[in-house]
Structures are given as C-alpha cells and as structure tokens.
C-alpha cells in the first residue's frame, strides 16, 4: 500500500514533540511561514478550522446579548498612554507606525497590541447616562506584538482573536460578566474542542496589563505542559477613571462605570494539535472538523461506484454534516493515510462489494475502528460515530489531565513531580509574589492559576513555611 | 406626537445632501469618528448591515468554490517593490512601521493597502504543479491607504473588505474568473442591496495599478454621482512573472500561472445610504436590514398588550426574520420616528383594539403605506411586504438610473446634459488618453467604465472628432 509523503515527514511525538508540532501544522497545510519573521500564513485548512470555532462563540456571544464592532487599528502614543499599567505592559512588544504616506507622522501610532484604549475612547464620546449601559462588545480581529520568538499558532507576531469589551453600571455586573464569559469559553473548550479545562484566577504577578482580576482557561497538552487558552478580565473602574468615562446614574448622580475584557485567540488550535494529535498526524475534534466525513472510493473504475459514492457524500452533506468525496486519482491508501493525516474525524470506504451488500465501512480517526455502516441510515450513524469520537476525546484528555495533577506539600514533593512526571502540581501559597518566583527558580513552573471551588492542597507555603490558605496550580507552559 | 431628536437633526437633502449624508451616518449610528484621522468605528448597528452583507458574500464565494486564508498584515519594502506599476500605484499611501518593540527594523514594514504581493509571494513557495491550480483565495480583513480627505463609509484611511486572489493555469480560466467574479458582486447589489449595477471595463487611465484589464460595477447615488462599487481585475501573467511562480504543467513544461482579484467593501454600506436613504433617514434594503421588524406596542400598559406584542416577535423570528420588540418607555411616537430614522423596513403597530380585532398594522419604511395583517398569518404576510418592499426600492433605484443616463454626441451635449442634469453620459470614445483627460478639464467628468454589450453612442469622439468605435460612460464620481 502506497503510503503518502506527507505521513512520512511526520516525527514521532516521544522522539522530538516540538518537530512532531512544526511537522504536522506545516504538513497538514495549516500554516505557511511567511515572508515576514514572526508573521503567518493560515491557509485554508487552518483558516477554516478557525472559521468553525469563530461560529460556535459568535453565536454564544450574540445570546448573551453581545454585538460585533470594529475599532481603529492603530492607536495614537498618547491614547495608549493614558492607563500606565496598561501602557507598561504593552509597549515594549508595540510596532509603531512613523510615515504615513510620505509624511512623517506628528505622533506616532502603535498597531493595536490589544484595544482596550481604543474601546474607552469611543465610549467617553458616546456614554452619558445609565440608559447607554451595559455595553456589551466584541471584535474580531488581529492583534500585533511584537515577540522576540514566534511558533505558529501558540506565538505569533500577529494573531487573529476576538476581543470582547464591556462597559457596566455596578462592578457587581462587571464580575459577573467576566465569569459569564469565561464559562462561554470553557463551554466551548469542553464541548466544542473536546478539551477539558482548569478555571481559575491569575495571581497579581501574571494578571493582565491593567486589570483588578484576570481568570484563566489552562489546558493540559500532551506534553503535559500547560496552555493559557483564554482569559477574561474585570478591570474595576480603573480604565473609565484614567480615560474619563462618566455616566449619570438613575439617581442623577455622576459615576464612574466599571469594565471587562476577555480575548480567545487561534492559539486554541495549537491547544487542539497538541492535545488530540498522534504520531499519524491531525486529529481534529469533529464539531469544527473542516471535512467531518472523507468518503473514499475504492476499485473506482468498477461501474457504479463513484456514482454511489457522490450519492453517498451528498446524502451526508444534506443531512448537514461537513462531507467531501476524494475523486483525485490517487491510490485509497495513499487517500486513508492523506485524510489520517489532515485529521478528518471520519473515513468512510466505498467500494463494489461494499454497494452489493448495501453498506460501506466507516473508520475512526481516533482510534481505526471500523464499522459496517447501512448504506440507508448512513448519515445518522456517521452522526453517531462523531458524537463518540468527540466523548472518547475529551475523556482522554480529561484522563490525562487528572492523572498528571498532583499534590504536594513540600518544595521537595513538587521538585519530584515536575522532574519525573511533569504535568500540574497543587500546592497552597502564602500569597507572597517573591515565593511565587522562586517557585519557578527552584522547580522550573509558574503559577497556572488559583483554581475555583477547589479543597486545601495543605496549611503552608512549601517555599517560605508560612501559613497559606489559598490553592495555586503550578506548571510549565507554553 | 413627540418626534425623536435625532430626526430634527438630519438635514434635508435638497437643502444640503453632503451633510444630509453626515447626519444620517452618525444620527443613525453606524460609525463614531474615532480620536484617529480618517479612522472609524463601525458601531453596533453599522457593523451588522457589514455582518449581512459579509454572510451573502461568504456563501456566494463558497458555493463558486473559494477559500477563506489569512495572510500577514505587514508587507516588507522589497516585496511591494517587485511588481512595478503595483508599487507606483500604492506607494505614495502606504503607512509604514519603522520600529517594532525597541528596534529599529532593517526594512521599513508597509501595513497592507491590498494583498496582491503576500499572496504572490505565498504562491511562489507552495504552487509546484498544475496539481495545485486553480488556487481560489479570499481573505476578510482591513487595509490601509493614506488618503488625504476621508468620508464615512466612502473613504477611510482604514476600511474592511474582502480580497479574492486567484491563479490559474491559463488565460482564459482567470479572465472567466474575472467575470464571474463581477456577476456574484452584481447579483449581491442587485438582489440584495437593491441596487442596479452597470457594468463594464475600466479604461487604461482608470485601472487597477498592475492589472491588464479592471472591471467595475458603478451605481448611480440619489444626488446622480456615480459610486465606483467594487472591482475585478484580471493580471495576466504579470504578478506571476514578477514574482517567479511557476508551475509544471500536465505536458511537462514549466509555465507562469495566471492570476485575479476582487474586491467589495464598506464602501457598499455608503452606496445603500445614497441610493435608498430619504429626508427621514435611512433606508434599508430588507434582506440586509439588521433589524428587519421593529414591533412597537401601543397603550403597552394595558393588560395583555405586551405580552402579545412579544409573543409576536417570538413568532416572526421563529419564522427566521429579525424581528425586535421595543419595550423602551419612549413614547409611540418617539419610537416610530427613531425606528424610521435608522431605516427599519417595516414597524408593526400593536395595541388593544387590534389585538380585539386580530391583526397588527404593517407600516412600509419606503413609503409609510400601511396593510392590516392577521396576526394569525403575520410572517408569511410580512414577508411579502418585505420582498415587495426590496422590489420597490430597486425598481425605484433603476428608473433614476435610466432616465439618468443620457447619449450624447458632441461636447456640446455633454457639457449641456452635465450642467443641467447631471447623472450619466454616454459616448463613444476614440481610445486615446488624452481626450480622456480634456473631457474631465472640460466637463467635469471621469470616465466611469466601457461597459458590456452596449450599442454604440456614436461614430466620432466629441473630444477630438476622430473616428471612435468605443462606448464610455461619463460621469462625476465619489
């Protein structure tokens, strides 16, 4: 059996898992490195997989009431300056715009590293009184900062995202929208991307530029480091203060509104490969799957089959599943290792015998089971076998992700785990930031987040020995 | 009747349409003038008749078999510079970023005015055989052009658009894609927008900078000025040439590939205002309305009135029209006028004698005719009026068209026709540059295009008397 180029340029994961990465996202035709460093390409197979997580939060966020704007791109020095921590955090990483056509420019502008400056500006022009709250507003877009080392998807020079941005009466409403969103998020990491989330809250050292609180979605990859896949942001009224947003309140008074952010970037298909991919290549969570089902053709010269197989695919595609028919003239195992390794969650065989007994084989990308699939009740049954892909997924990667979170007591215990298992350590923490760096120091991790709802990992600090009541989730990340 | 505020704003369009223009753009909301020069934001309301559009568009392209990609932001000095009459083009409106971080960069960096050079370039490093042709591209995304003066909608220093490329292996495949390119655009203005369309080729002066052949859609705006409404160029193999993408084709030989690209933007959101907008404000063709009823409850405190009202609304979305309540505490009144302004298609009237006699009253935005509708069979019969409604705007949009659209032979008549008509003046034309240019010092107008399948105007060219065989359509232009 012919086997494709493409699968035979994949490094296996245990010999070299940062070349397995770069193997599979080139391979796989995700991504193109440009010709500007740091900068990529997505091509359509990886645009589309954006394209299909795009649609599940866009939809989420216009339920709960949020609408789509645009905002500038560029940002003008003294707008951005205008919140410091906010000012301090991004302009080392800012490009800045000098010449605009052939003028040399009174101020300089800064391609927006985020547009938290840009949102205030507008809303101190168009915010008077309590009738104009909340605003609830999200933009997709992309972003630029300027980072010293880039790999495709988890660091990019530019990166698409959307960028939500909200403006409330009461900080009340403003917590509660920040936690609102970040569910959003960790519903759509579960339930869409077949990725299990930690939730939590970032300690002061790793919060957002400017922001009172900064939540955190961390992912577990198959490395078992971790991923920062999203985060949300309630900004107190720091930003409407710094940038003189008022509002008249039903009490006719004066106020100050409160704000969040929150961002998901196409970091979150970095998150995907690394935690469903194999040494065969992609493996795609079937709910954004570009291709859901590859139909291949097999003897497709024999009479009737291409027919059938072309009946079969656009059979699927009615009963609205992501189907295409492979009528390229390669051989079907040069076509089953192609699509195994483009990730398509689904492969169905179709050859002459196949059609005299009414059926064809249907074959999991995730595992290579193969079921005989009633040629009449297809579509449904391909349904079925998606939906368990998908559980099958996320109950491995939970698997992994609670066997490789672990607790410790002392420095001693985490050193152990980080150097011979890796994954997560729990551990409480004395809330000292200094500790918190020498943490990382000694054991190598940083502080993923301050997990919700979660028991006592112990009574002190492992680094200083002092009482310590709240719980930290170590680990390395990306 | 208290009248909303914000139609006492707009100014007549006799009166003054530059400003009647200005009004209708910021009183509806669609666009805040942000702190940056000629830089927008597309408010809640603006960036959703974009959303509208973006969705015709999107499938449109899909179902003619397009891919969306992505691709960098940025474009390095030398990659604009290869291609030469591209380059003298945009040039002279590039923004440029000079530092990135702390660092001088080694090459300046031009923030995209259009993508034709990174497409090329991506090209040239992953197009290898007659196997990977056609390449059939689009990007969403914004560009930046450096204008002097700008204008809501009509001339951003930013503007959103989508940007198809496309390569193919021969001459004719690309110019077919030209073309149907431009018919995909026509049928979105005509059969969604409204809006009639001429379309033809732009004469060599009027071209796109390194294309062989750019072909337009012009619309004719309320104040008979012509809006340039969107383009498709045909590049022959020059991009391919200049760039070195070369393909191996089926008889073995290495050939330079043949490309396209076209292009709509917000632009199209000004050409709706100008076409269909009236002295109470905007008017929106239905399909593309993002609120296409407004459902306003009259003697709302009455027992059961709202409740009514809202089950309504329930039952015209579920019917798939974006159908809103407004439950605010303004007046009826006041809300009519609001509802008017921002151009909904259709407000329904909902109060307690009419829920007593079954119905609702159905009011057109086009024209305030109102239509009792039982309240039993309102979708269906709103949806009529809206299709009715789209029909009347565009027969309306095409009979300004045509009985503004007038022949001429000599100067005399078109300098005539200009001064005391305005619209569109039709010619033949000798071919010659230079007429070209007098016709503008002399008239006051551009040639807007050469468009299809029209009978000749003439036999000489008014400019220069020389026998003439071309037909141009003249006109001023935004």
């Not at 995700?30 to 359509?44: A, C, E, M, W």
């Not at 197989?309 to 992501?322: S, T, V």
């Not at 059926?359 to 005989?372: L, N, Q, S």
Request: charged content about 30%; hydrophobic content about 35%.
């Amino acid at each position: 059996m012919a086997v494709s180029k493409n699968v035979e340029q994949i490094t296996s994961m245990d010999a070299d898992f940062a070349q397995w990465y770069t193997d599979v996202v080139t391979r796989a035709e995700l991504i193109d490195y440009s010709g500007v460093k740091g900068f990529f390409v997505l091509r359509p197979y990886g645009y589309a997989i954006w394209e299909n997580i795009q649609a599940e939060l866009d939809r989420r966020f216009k339920e709960t009431g949020h609408e789509n704007v645009s905002m500038p791109l560029l940002i003008p020095e003294s707008l951005l300056q205008k919140e410091k921590d906010h000012v301090e955090g991004f302009a080392p990483e800012c490009a800045w715009v000098t010449l605009g056509g052939s003028e040399e420019l009174e101020e300089r502008l800064c391609i927006r590293p985020t547009s938290e400056t840009l949102f205030c500006d507008h809303w101190a022009r168009t915010v008077r009184s309590w009738r104009d709250l909340p605003r609830l507003y999200n933009q997709w877009c992309s972003v630029l900062r300027w980072e010293k080392s880039t790999r495709p998807f988890l660091r990019h020079r530019e990166f698409l995202w959307q960028e939500g941005h909200t403006l409330h009466a009461t900080a009340e409403e403003a917590i509660e929208e920040t936690e609102r969103m970040l569910d959003v998020y960790a519903d759509v990491y579960e339930n869409v991307l077949a990725m299990p989330v930690l939730k939590g809250l970032k300690t002061d050292k790793e919060k957002f530029a400017g922001a009172e609180r900064t939540y955190t979605i961390e992912c577990m990859m198959h490395d078992k480091k971790a991923l920062q896949s999203c985060t949300s942001h309630y900004f107190g009224d720091g930003f409407a203060r710094a940038f003189d947003i008022t509002f008249t309140d039903k009490d006719n008074t004066l106020k100050y509104p409160f704000q969040t952010s929150w961002g998901f970037s196409t970091r979150s298909i970095g998150g995907i490969i690394m935690t469903h991919g194999d040494d065969n290549g992609l493996v795609l969570p079937p709910y954004i799957a570009p291709v859901q089902v590859i139909v291949v053709p097999v003897a497709s010269h024999k009479p009737g089959v291409l027919d059938r197989a072309r009946e079969l695919c656009n059979e699927l595609r009615r009963a609205g599943l992501r189907a295409k028919l492979d009528e390229t003239d390669n051989s079907p195992g040069w076509k089953f290792a192609e699509h195994e390794m483009r990730g398509v969650p689904v492969r169905i065989e179709l050859g002459p015998r196949d059609i005299e007994a009414g059926k064809c084989v249907a074959v999991r990308r995730i595992d290579g089971e193969k079921t005989d699939v009633a040629l009449e009740t297809a579509p449904a049954l391909i349904r079925e076998i998606l939906d368990l892909s998908h559980n099958i997924m996320f109950a491995r990667a939970k698997a992994r992700l609670d066997e490789n979170t672990r607790t410790a007591v002392t420095m001693g215990e985490v050193k152990k785990i980080i150097s011979e298992n890796g994954g997560f350590v729990k551990t409480v923490w004395c809330g000292d930031e200094a500790c918190e760096i020498k943490m990382k120091e000694d054991a190598g991790v940083t502080s993923r987040c301050i997990p919700f709802g979660d028991e006592r990992a112990g009574d002190v600090c492992p680094v200083c020995g002092k009482p310590a009541s709240k719980t930290v989730v170590w680990g390395v990340a990306y």
